[in-house]
């Protein structure tokens, strides 16, 4: 018995691949399907079922494309209505993987066609759970990203204590918990940075499966100080039911060299979106105007999901040398497949050709605060609200960047602003999205709070935990 969770950092997503006996299965795999291909060749292996444990909303999953290149079946839990051929299982149904059984446990709840897969061994014993988004390490599925449903959060929350009292918790101390993701995502609220763990250590530590909690009690814990999701999770969500692009029809349409003079042309025609996905600090130093920049070393994808409304936006891509191919794949992953190429030689190219370039200004921590002492500086923090609440300088205004795009009024075009994020990767996102609108009057503050923190003395404010009045 082989199991592999192949887990995908800037998603905070795990796929897994299980074999034996010459017969594969691969649960929740992500839009680019060669990786589990080429798992099940090197094993001499056929991929008999792909298992989906819902419609997820962060990503695009590959269970389709999958399908279509090795034959295997895609199953989906009771309840589930997808758009295309599947096997819709039934409650306790058993699948045969070579020598192991995989059992079909419905447990709605995050979505009503949510699905946890038991997975026993040879000899018949409860060896895992493959959890989707029922179960997280620390944590268990927000209740409020099911598509189109008449059902409130509350009524999901319920419907998830149930599924996690009648289904899960029942199970042996010592099954394997493999969740759908870990720490990072914004499937849940407080996961844990572990990607899997016992359902033991689960039931000691996971503030959802606490023995004495009571229905009422874990529908206001797991609803209570949930955010607004990212505005692409629906839009994701549908794909994944209704169908989408294969993906090898996706990379082949975006991977396409344009000299400047046709970026240009491209980017006239189809009012394209100028994506550069190089380094914060190599953006800043020159970039076309009007470019958004979400860098591709960082949480690339979900920021793209996050801040570009438009799933079907045309785009085209400033990336490193080389690395136009993985751009796209990420974008892909998150839905964003209208791709119409990639500046062919970079800003070198376009610098060469005498195209206009735009920069931004950015300054040291040390910079910063001299320029404090001189005036009273306008100060955007852009990071979370949870974030800027626990310490934040104290001039500063809380603007965070996963709502820039609605609350881009509350700022002025005429006032010059200095933004500052965590680490200088969102900043700089921020900076580019309000240059493009027509904020010209900024400077980014090079990395962050923390640089701030670790080389001024500016003045900040801490969270004082309110004491206990007797």
Known sequence: MKIEQIYTGCLAEAAYYIESKGEAVVIDPLRESAPYIERAEKDGAKIKYILETHFHADFVSGHIDLAAK???????????????????????EELKVGDLTLVVLHTPGHTMESTTFLLKDADGKDHAIFTGDTLFIGDVGRPD???????????LAGYLYDSLRNKI???????????????G????????????ATLGHQKQFNYALRADMTKEEFVEEVTTGLVDPPQYFPKNAVMNKMGYTSFDDVMAKGNVALDPAKFEEVANQVEALVLDTRAPQTFKNGFIPNSINIGIDGGFAPWVGALIVDIKQPIILVADEGRADEVIMRLARVG????????????????????????????????????ENSSTLNILDVRKKSEFDAEHLTEAKNFPLDFINSNMDEINKDTKYYLHCAGGYRSMIASSILKARGFDNLVEVKGGFKAIVAETKM??????????LL
């Open 185 to 196: 995502s914004a499937c849940g609220k407080k996961m844990s940075k572990e990607t899997f």
């Open 169 to 183: 918790m029942p199970l042996a101390d010592e099954v394997i918990v493999y969740p759908g993701h870990g720490a």
């Open 459 to 468: 003045a900040r404010t801490e969270y004082v935990c309110p004491s206990t």
């Open 336 to 371: 964003y497949d209208n791709i119409y190429g990639y500046l062919e030689g970079g800003m070198d190219a376009w610098k060469a050709a005498g195209k206009e370039v735009d920069e931004i200004e950015s300054i040291t921590p040390e910079e910063f605060e001299a320029r």
């Open 145 to 155: 990203l099911a598509i189109k449903t008449d059902l409130t959060r509350a009524d």
């Open 70 to 92: 090795t034959g295997g079946t895609i199953v989906f839990g009771p309840t589930a209505q997808p758009n295309y051929d599947v096997h819709i299982a039934t409650d306790g």
